[in-house]
């Protein structure tokens, strides 16, 4: 036990010391790069300490990109998506600092030694990522993990847990009808537990006991512990007292929303409004039809507006009334629209959603009308992401799939809500730059027969050991 909790103490240094080290060898290429070709127009501003001023900024910058882009979690993210979050960092990092040369030296000066300096960067970077992904995965071997479920409907989380084969290694499943006794018997047997859909009591028990006996506890949280972990604590008393105050984001967070919304939407438009001329043009070539979808979408306090989108499919696709999700050779995607889908261009549109007021750039993903009135009714909380704006991304645009539930949605717009501040959108803007690159969010209603049925085959396989 203690041998274990030592080298567990230890992962999250480990990998903050590789953090560190990779963004010191990050820099100093830049340095060099900056020696070799503009050192010379640069010198006499730089005789004193200055260019280590500069060296110094450049590497805070690329490890926060890094870090809030996600591009430092070796062994917890795939190597693919590691690189795309690290590229991503490394490409904005030397944009700013670009125009930080230029601005220093008063002149616009020759971008191709930083363009030089990305592609020499994203190599070392890949290189960085592979040996420290291999030194993770041969180090520390998959946790061997029990669940412990209160109904069957829980038991979804199995096939999820083990599409990371490589981190968790989830072996038994246990039903919390077996007693607390029976429960913590089989508990001790394992590196960690994950709690899913029991009872109060009886996750109390089960903590209790995982937290004394220094077992390592993953619990699958309600509604109301979602909106307890973004309550304010009163220490007025000599009793712990959580505030939980429900309204959603305040006058001056809605405020500074707003500006960054219209600013960087304003930004964005730079480069995103050739580009919608462009694929307008291309959709009025091809069947003459309308270039915009439109759709009636729910936003905050359950107002209605028209959400905008580039038309990817044929005119009247869904002429009988009836939303039917398109799959990825479905006949009513039009020629334009299996680009646009493909480069995922198609909500560009709702740049101009943002700038109207409808909607902001992180937020809930507007549902809608009727999906909102369904859900609502099977699932009454489900009205509590109305409290802030829908957004273009988010939590559960980033983090789940086409067909995750609309419990876990709302679980996962919920964190977002409740935990609101500008650090999270600019981080969340970031992600969902990695994730527009990555093909795990796109796994889409076509497979869930196919995962079901595999679900089912190993849930009888463990419920018959």
């Not at 070709?37 to 500069?54: E, T, W």
């Not at 993210?77 to 670009?98: G, H, K, M, P, V």
């Not at 506890?217 to 007025?236: E, M, Q």
Request: proline share 3%; hydrophobic share 45%; charged share 25%.
């Amino acid at each position: 036990m203690i041998k274990k909790k030592k080298r567990e103490s230890t992962k999250s240094l480990i990998r903050g010391i590789e953090s560190v080290v990779e963004a010191v060898v990050l820099s100093f290429i830049y340095y060099s790069v900056w020696d070799v070709f503009y050192n010379a127009d640069a010198a006499p501003l730089f005789l004193g300490k200055g260019k280590y001023v500069l060296m110094g900024i450049y590497a805070v910058l690329v490890y926060l990109f890094c870090k809030n882009t996600d591009g430092f979690r070796f062994g917890d993210l795939r190597r693919t998506d590691l690189c795309i979050a690290q590229w991503i960092s490394i490409l904005i990092t030397n944009f700013i600092t670009y125009f930080q040369l230029c601005l220093i030296e008063n002149v616009m000066i020759t971008p191709v030694p930083m363009l030089i300096l990305t592609v020499i960067q994203a190599v070392v970077a890949a290189l960085f990522i592979y040996v420290y992904v291999y030194l993770y995965r041969h180090t520390y071997a998959p946790r061997k993990m029990v669940m412990v479920y209160g109904t069957d409907a829980a038991l979804g989380l199995k096939f999820k847990i083990d599409s990371r084969s490589d981190k968790y290694n989830l072996t038994k499943l246990i039903p919390a009808k077996a007693g607390i006794e029976k429960i913590c018997e089989e508990i001790a047997k394992y590196d960690a537990v994950v709690i899913n859909d029991v009872t109060a009591q009886e996750r109390n028990d089960i903590l209790k006991f995982c937290y004394d006996h220094e077992i390592r506890a993953y619990i699958v949280p309600k509604i109301t512990d979602v909106v307890i972990r973004g309550s304010k604590d009163i220490s007025l008393f000599d009793t712990p007292i959580f505030l939980v105050k429900g309204t959603g984001l305040n006058i001056t967070q809605k405020f500074l929303k707003r500006v960054m919304d219209i600013v960087l939407c304003l930004v964005a438009m730079v480069p995103a409004l050739p580009i919608m001329l462009i694929i307008a043009a291309a959709i009025k070539i091809e069947d003459g039809g309308p270039v915009f979808y439109k759709q009636k979408r729910a936003t905050i306090n359950n107002k209605h507006f028209d959400i905008l989108k580039f038309r990817s499919m044929i005119v009247n696709a869904e002429a009988a009334g009836i939303s039917i999700p398109a799959t990825g050779e479905d006949p009513r995607i039009t020629k334009v629209g299996k680009v646009i889908r493909a480069l995922r261009v198609d909500e560009l549109p709702q740049i101009l959603n943002i700038l109207k007021g409808d909607m902001s750039i992180v937020g809930p993903r507007p549902e809608r009308v009727e999906h909102v009135e369904e859900y609502t009714s099977e699932i009454p909380e489900f009205s509590f992401r109305l409290k802030v704006k829908g957004g273009l991304t988010g939590y559960a645009q980033i983090y789940g799939k086409y067909n995750t539930s609309a419990y876990d949605k709302l679980r996962m717009d919920l964190l977002y809500i409740e935990n609101y501040s500008l650090l999270l959108d600019i981080k969340l803007i970031l992600t969902t730059i990695r994730i527009m690159f990555s093909k795990e969010s796109t796994e889409g209603f076509e497979k869930v027969a196919e995962n079901k049925q595999l679900l089912e085959e190993q849930l009888d396989e463990l419920k018959g050991e």
